[in-house]
């Protein structure tokens, strides 16, 4: 009853229908991805933890332990900058498990200088788009196990900047650490819209989320005089927890009233804060032929074709 009420009074407590349901996390050791996962657990929900570091997801899923002894709590060794470790992770699950949630969320930004993944992909892009493209693809046959799978996507406010049209994926024209992030970003929003049309007459549903702002270790990167400036006063002003940030994925992964192709992200002022709610797209984000230049490049990227 509490879940159909309307979003502008959502809260996760009012979080129904997780007892039996398996939710993996990527990044899901840390922030918003590691919050997700406490809030999913409270819910009934087993959770597996996705991450590049076993001891990294080892501190996690023992904290979140400690905290819940009853805690359903699986880990695994996914690597999103290299093809090699999500093959072999998603292969594996895709065998093993039914996902019936999927949460996208591991993420990078502002990365100083262009860098590449260990398969020659742009970091950012690499890891935000390109590694979950590839994860999700490979773990289809997990997730049409489910009798209702949502596949939500961690995007940013980055992602409504106007950046125009997606183009030079891997920065080789031009690189600015943010500039990449907000491509990746943007991807995260037209890969799931793609998703959505294209999954339409299946069970799975495809969301994309922005949290608004949070301090975490994604800032880690922000080392530079201005950035560090930037971060000290958006944090003293409008960032707010871990803990909030994750409502808005935590909306899109159990509410009845999201639907599949929706942008959801804090309704308050600036969108930086606040219930979740969903929200218009970044501008021209649903044109279908951006999104079949995107699938198509990243299948062409990764060599991974997506199977629909
Ligand atoms: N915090 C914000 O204000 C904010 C705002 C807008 C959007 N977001 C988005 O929210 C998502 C979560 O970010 P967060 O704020 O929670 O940051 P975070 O605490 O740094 O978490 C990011 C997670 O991504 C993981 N990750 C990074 N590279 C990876 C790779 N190659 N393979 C696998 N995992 C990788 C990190 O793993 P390690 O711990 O091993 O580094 C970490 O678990 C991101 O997609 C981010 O873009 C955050």
Redesign the pocket.
């Known amino acids: 009853m509490h879940a159909s009420r309307s979003a502008s009074h959502w809260t996760p407590d009012m979080i129904t229908g997780q007892y039996g349901r398996t939710a993996l996390i990527?990044?899901?050791?840390?922030?918003?991805?590691?919050?997700t996962a406490r809030v999913l657990i409270r819910h009934g929900a087993r959770v597996i933890l996705?991450?590049?570091?076993k001891e990294?997801l080892d501190h996690a899923a023992a904290a979140l332990r400690g905290e819940r002894p009853d805690a359903q709590i699986a880990t695994v060794v996914?690597?999103?900058?290299?093809l090699d470790?999500v093959e072999r992770a998603g292969g594996h699950l895709a065998t093993t498990e039914t996902v019936d949630l999927l949460l996208?969320?591991?993420?990078?930004?502002n990365i100083p200088e262009r860098r590449t993944?260990s398969d020659g992909f742009e970091l950012t892009f690499g890891?935000?788009h390109l590694?979950h493209f590839a994860l999700t693809a490979a773990l289809m046959p997990a997730l049409r196990r489910s009798p209702a799978a949502r596949i939500v996507t961690?995007?940013?406010?980055?992602a409504t900047w106007r950046i125009g049209r997606l183009k030079d994926l891997m920065s080789e024209e031009r690189y600015s650490a943010m500039g990449a992030?907000a491509k990746?970003?943007r991807a995260?929003v037209v890969f799931t819209q793609e998703l959505a049309r294209r999954l339409s007459d299946t069970r799975i549903e495809a969301v994309a989320v922005?949290?608004?702002?949070?301090?975490?270790?994604?800032?880690?990167h922000s080392q530079g005089a201005l950035s560090k400036l930037v971060v000290a006063l958006t944090s003293r002003t409008v960032?707010?927890s871990?803990e909030g940030?994750a409502w808005p994925s935590l909306y899109a992964a159990t509410s009845p009233d999201v639907r599949s192709g929706q942008f959801i992200a804090p309704a308050g002022r600036d969108q930086t804060s606040g219930t979740p709610k969903a929200v218009p797209l970044p501008a021209g984000a649903d044109d279908p032929a951006e999104g079949a230049f995107l699938f198509g490049e990243s299948e062409r990227l990764t060599g991974v074709t997506f199977p629909l």
């Open positions: 990527t990044g899901g050791n840390s922030g918003i991805g590691l919050e996705a991450g590049r570091s990294g996914v690597d999103l900058g290299s470790s996208n969320n591991a993420g990078v930004m993944t890891t935000n590694g961690v995007s940013a406010i980055a992030y990746s970003k995260n922005h949290p608004g702002s949070a301090m975490t270790n994604l800032q880690r960032m707010g871990p940030a």
